[in-house]
């Protein structure tokens, strides 16, 4: 039996149906929910959810709680300092490693939900981005079925979706871009324990901080769809316009719109538009600028190996914040799906799935041998498990190889490992 009843009236042990009011009112991604976590219960009485529905048949009945356990709900309360309090936890200094967690679904398996998942998040956004092309405002709610379905795939398998993306051909630059950037948020700050509201945060701004490439006076086909190819003084002028055009919408949140204009700032003051410089360039904004600094390497015009891409933002240490970077590499791995490397027996592989305990010794699918000089069947190879058979000794130069396209060369060896693992 469905019950509507008010913030106050909640317990622990109820069943979630469903929460009243704006997506950006509460601080959950589940619609539906067992709550059994005080810490959930009191970010929900101080939230501005207008009520709650919830199933008596699957949870506790407000008439059977106890009404004299309600913690009453201060109205007068700053705002201000529930949104400072909200962000207080987000690391800037340098912190302990955090552990990553072990996958729920072994990451074979998530492929086939992420591949649904990423061509549904596909359409969205561009239908999105011609909207936006076309003058039309974007609401929040209309991007939350591709935040909640990107959150899912990586809270069942840290890795898979980005993983996926890496190794997709097919997918148009400026959408895919805006979808991996956004899962590298949702993934990054996930590790650094987010608030799950920041979490949310971190992801829509991944999603749409280059919404204002649509809005650009040129047309991009003569690039193929990457503003990165065009003048900087033009490719410059997406971050402003796209800051300004969502801010006209009214339901995005203030700190994704700060982000949105503020990615491209770096640590010295080089970047841009407002050559922003050390503290004056916000957490989530120094996390946005290596997220889309690493995805613009490995899938724009340089066409850097995500391997090589980690080294190349190491070597920035004046552009990017160093204990935000180091969380990064925690958070996608020192090798990330889709590097080519070369074994110390002589054999290149590509990575296809990481380790939760040791970020610098991946699964590897192996692909060419470079004694004999030519391809292998190839076998699938747990690096952290083979007991030092193996190792990886760097990354791999596939120059001058009889072999396909990287690209397609990434889809058809993530294909192969995944059909070996099921």
Same mark, same amino acid.
């Given at each position: 039996?469905?019950?509507?009843?008010?913030?106050?009236?909640?317990?622990?042990?109820?069943?979630?149906?469903?929460?009243?009011?704006?997506? !950006?009112?509460?601080?959950?991604?589940?619609?539906?929910?067992?709550? %059994?976590?005080?810490?959930?219960?009191?970010? +929900?009485?101080?939230?501005?959810?207008?009520?709650?529905? @919830?199933?008596?048949?699957?949870?506790?009945?407000?008439?059977?709680?106890?009404?004299?356990?309600?913690?009453?709900?201060? /109205?007068?309360?700053?705002?201000?300092?529930?949104?400072?309090?909200?962000?207080?936890?987000?690391?800037?200094?340098?912190?302990?490693?955090?552990?990553?967690?072990?996958?729920?679904?072994?990451?074979?398996?998530? !492929?086939?939900?992420?591949?649904? &998942?990423?061509?549904?998040?596909?359409?969205?956004?561009?239908?999105?981005?011609?909207?936006?092309?076309?003058?039309?405002?974007?609401?929040?709610?209309?991007?939350?079925?591709?935040?909640?379905?990107?959150?899912?795939?990586?809270?069942?398998?840290?890795?898979?979706?980005?993983?996926?993306?890496?190794?997709?051909?097919?997918?148009?630059? @400026?959408?895919?871009?805006?979808?991996?950037?956004?899962? +590298?948020?949702?993934?990054?700050?996930?590790?650094?324990?987010?608030?799950?509201?920041?979490?949310?945060?971190?992801?829509?701004?991944?999603?749409?901080?280059?919404?204002?490439?649509?809005?650009?006076?040129?047309?991009?086909?003569?690039?193929?769809?990457?503003?990165? $190819?065009?003048?900087?003084?033009?490719? =410059?002028?997406?971050?402003?316009?796209?800051?300004?055009?969502?801010?006209? &919408?009214?339901?995005?949140?203030?700190?994704?719109?700060?982000?949105?204009?503020?990615?491209?700032?770096?640590?010295?003051?080089?970047?841009?538009?407002?050559? +922003?410089?050390? +503290?004056? @360039? =916000?957490?989530?904004?120094?996390?946005?600028? @290596?997220?889309?600094?690493? #995805?613009?390497?490995?899938?724009?015009?340089?066409?850097?190996?995500?391997? %090589?891409?980690? $080294?190349?933002?190491?070597?920035?240490?004046?552009?990017?914040?160093?204990?935000?970077?180091?969380?990064?590499?925690?958070?996608?791995?020192?090798?990330?799906?889709?590097?080519?490397?070369?074994?110390?027996?002589?054999?290149?592989?590509?990575?296809?799935?990481?380790?939760?305990?040791?970020?610098?010794?991946?699964?590897?699918?192996?692909?060419?041998? $470079?004694?004999?000089?030519?391809?292998?069947?190839?076998?699938?190879?747990?690096?952290?498990?083979?007991?030092? %058979?193996?190792?990886?000794?760097?990354?791999? #130069?596939?120059?001058?190889?009889?072999?396909? /396209?990287?690209?397609?060369?990434?889809?058809?060896?993530?294909?192969?490992?995944?059909?070996?693992?099921?």
């Amino acid at each position: 039996m469905l019950k509507r009843i008010t913030t106050e009236e909640v317990q622990l042990g109820m069943f979630i149906h469903k929460l009243e009011g704006n997506w !950006f009112s509460h601080p959950f991604w589940k619609r539906r929910f067992l709550l %059994e976590d005080q810490a959930m219960l009191e970010q +929900l009485r101080e939230s501005d959810v207008s009520g709650v529905v @919830i199933d008596t048949e699957r949870g506790r009945d407000a008439a059977l709680a106890e009404r004299s356990s309600r913690r009453p709900v201060n /109205p007068e309360r700053p705002v201000i300092v529930q949104a400072a309090q909200r962000f207080q936890h987000s690391p800037v200094q340098p912190q302990p490693r955090f552990p990553r967690p072990a996958a729920v679904l072994p990451i074979a398996r998530e !492929f086939g939900r992420a591949k649904r &998942a990423a061509g549904d998040a596909m359409r969205v956004l561009s239908k999105t981005f011609i909207e936006v092309r076309l003058g039309k405002t974007i609401r929040a709610h209309e991007v939350e079925p591709v935040l909640d379905a990107v959150y899912a795939s990586i809270q069942r398998n840290l890795y898979a979706f980005n993983g996926l993306l890496r190794c997709q051909n097919d997918n148009e630059s @400026i959408y895919r871009h805006s979808l991996a950037v956004s899962a +590298l948020m949702i993934a990054l700050a996930k590790h650094m324990k987010f608030s799950p509201l920041d979490v949310r945060d971190a992801g829509m701004a991944g999603l749409l901080m280059d919404v204002g490439v649509g809005q650009l006076p040129v047309d991009l086909v003569a690039t193929g769809g990457d503003y990165a $190819l065009l003048r900087p003084d033009l490719r =410059e002028q997406h971050v402003v316009l796209g800051y300004t055009f969502l801010k006209a &919408a009214g339901d995005i949140p203030e700190q994704v719109l700060r982000v949105i204009l503020h990615h491209h700032e770096r640590l010295d003051g080089s970047g841009y538009p407002q050559g +922003l410089s050390g +503290l004056a @360039i =916000e957490p989530l904004s120094r996390m946005a600028a @290596i997220c889309d600094a690493y #995805d613009t390497m490995i899938a724009g015009p340089e066409r850097l190996d995500p391997a %090589e891409a980690i $080294l190349s933002l190491q070597r920035q240490a004046d552009l990017f914040d160093a204990a935000i970077l180091a969380r990064f590499v925690e958070t996608v791995g020192v090798y990330p799906i889709g590097s080519f490397v070369r074994l110390r027996s002589q054999r290149l592989a590509m990575v296809v799935d990481e380790d939760p305990n040791d970020s610098a010794r991946p699964t590897v699918r192996t692909f060419w041998s $470079l004694p004999l000089c030519k391809r292998l069947k190839g076998e699938t190879i747990e690096l952290a498990n083979c007991y030092g %058979e193996d190792a990886i000794e760097g990354v791999a #130069d596939l120059a001058g190889l009889d072999l396909p /396209p990287v690209g397609p060369l990434r889809e058809a060896l993530l294909n192969a490992a995944c059909r070996v693992a099921v």
